[in-house]
């Protein structure tokens, strides 16, 4: 097999990754009330099919994305979509809630270890200037299972039961895990077809090498080789300590925010809170004093890296956000059914599929700042022009706001990630890939806390009695929603415009397209220039 081949076949692994996650998300949601009634499962087991997956992951990917630096982004993809495909066959088979819950968990798990090896794969296979389009086909996997997940849900529920839906990612999981773990790629600007983390001890090694043939003219120079080699020992370490305080902070944190829609201000979410910012204090610290940290300096110390994070956490906020309060404006304002609904949104889905192929090349053409500048603009608009509607409001103004959220949000997913992916050094694409999968969990989780949050503020929750909603969410009257959806909107519209100033701290053309050390950081340059 040719190595544009195995490249070929680590992108399709990449992309079957992110969509078998996409669409796990969006078919469970469908097949929850289902599995609720069949297993006779409260509304408060059911939400944690979805809680406690979403607090797995979102401890983990960081920490996932260490490993695979250290033992290769190909083997810990295998491990993990293989995981993946065998608690979804078990879910299938579960016969009761609890079974399900912890099932998911354990998906959680390996969902961890899948989401940021798919970066990692990326970065190691591919050069840095050639990231655009294998990312941007990424990222219309992902939209293309947002919009197809309900549809392709409600169908296997109606015909086979809830189970079908988890049995759907069975044999793509496994098929891609056999793959990636027998057919070994070549890594990006290395002649070897080692897994990267091969890759990256072997040229250590020979530079390593190297340097005690040149200290044979001096003792100096011996001691400067053992100093290398311990730095070598000491950025291969995987900081466990620091590993279980990321963790700690960000389960708090995700519990805390998921708690807070339904329960508000209580003692049990100040606490939650209180106690990620303490555990997330006492991370920062550890990091600064320990010899290997979890996230390294050039990884978490790169301020390119750092404005792309900001844009990725302000624009899934900003959009899932307004989502959350565009879905309950159509079904309890305009007493939409469901696929009405899924219909008003879906120019969402399709502007995503469409403009990340795009986007790649505007990348390619104006640069990331620009790009993504603009992208953060239209995201903007689109909550801008949401924020207007009311009751008379017709399909044209519905939709195109929409559309406006899709365009924006599909071409700042590719921007900010290549960024994100391309300035990271090699051998550290799993943490900053595990980064960018932290941001775009959190955000998401943080916009729809913010905005019940400002919609309980502004206007008190009005309980239904009419049975269409289950007991324990947040529920409006059409004229208390109307009320407080505006200002909301425009809250969230602020949210987003701050990511456009954060996009301001991406490179710009020249700094993408320059000959010398394009997609390295300022110290890499410099070595490879020396």
Do not use: K
């Amino acid at each position: 097999m040719t190595a544009g081949r195995r490249r070929r076949l680590v992108l399709t692994g990449s992309v079957t990754g992110a969509v078998i996650v996409a669409l796990d998300g969006t078919v469970l949601t469908v097949a929850q009330p289902a599995l609720q009634r069949d297993l006779h499962a409260s509304f408060g087991q059911v939400q944690w099919t979805s809680t406690g997956y979403l607090i797995a992951v979102a401890s983990l990917l960081v920490f996932a994305g260490r490993l695979g630096d250290r033992y290769g982004h190909q083997r810990i993809f295998a491990l993990g979509i293989l995981g993946f495909g065998a608690t979804s066959a078990g879910i299938g088979l579960a016969s009761g809630a609890g079974w399900v819950i912890g099932l998911r968990v354990a998906q959680g798990v390996f969902g961890a270890l899948l989401q940021p090896a798919t970066l990692g794969m990326l970065r190691a296979a591919y050069p840095p200037d050639r990231l655009g389009m294998p990312l941007a086909l990424r990222t219309s996997g992902i939209g293309l299972a947002a919009a197809a997940g309900p549809v392709l849900g409600g169908a296997l529920v109606a015909q086979w039961g809830w189970r079908s839906v988890f049995f759907l990612n069975v044999l793509p999981a496994c098929l891609m895990g056999v793959l990636a773990w027998v057919v070994r790629v070549p890594v990006s600007g290395s002649g070897s077809e080692a897994d990267p983390g091969e890759t990256s001890v072997v040229t250590s090694g020979a530079t390593g090498t190297s340097a005690v043939t040149a200290g044979a003219t001096g003792a100096s120079a011996v001691s400067a080789g053992a100093t290398g080699a311990s730095g070598l020992r000491a950025a291969t370490g995987l900081d466990l300590p620091g590993a279980c305080l990321l963790a700690s902070a960000l389960v708090c944190l995700v519990h805390t925010l998921v708690a807070f829609p339904d329960t508000g201000w209580t003692p049990a979410t100040v606490l939650g809170g209180v106690a990620a910012a303490v555990v997330g204090g006492a991370f920062i610290r550890h990091e600064r004093r320990t010899a290997s940290p979890l996230i390294p300096a050039s990884v978490v110390g790169s301020p390119t890296i750092a404005a792309a994070l900001a844009v990725l956490l302000s624009a899934s906020a900003a959009l899932f956000g307004t989502l959350f309060i565009g879905t309950y404006f159509l079904q309890d304002v305009l007493v939409m059914d469901p696929l009405e609904c899924g219909l008003r949104v879906l120019p969402l889905a399709v502007l995503m599929v469409l403009s990340a192929p795009a986007s790649a090349v505007l990348q390619r053409r104006y640069g990331p700042r620009l790009t993504t500048m603009t992208a953060m603009a239209l995201l903007t608009l689109g909550v801008l022009t949401l924020s207007q509607l009311d009751r008379t409001s017709a399909a044209l103004p519905i939709s195109g706001g929409f559309l406006l959220l899709g365009a924006g949000f599909g071409t700042v997913m590719v921007t900010a990630t290549a960024v994100i992916v391309r300035h990271a050094p090699t051998d550290h694409a799993g943490v900053a890939g595990g980064l960018q999968q932290t941001a775009m969990n959190i955000g998401p989780t943080l916009g729809v806390a913010l905005a019940t949050m400002l919609m309980t503020l502004t206007t008190p929750a009005v309980p239904t009695t009419t049975g269409d909603h289950p007991s324990g969410g947040p529920h409006w009257t059409g004229d208390a929603f109307l009320t407080a959806m505006g200002p909301t909107l425009l809250t969230l519209a602020a949210v987003a415009a701050l990511g456009a100033l954060a996009a301001a701290g991406l490179p710009g053309r020249a700094a993408v397209s320059g000959p010398a050390g394009a997609g390295t950081g300022g110290r890499d340059r410099q070595a490879a220039e020396v």
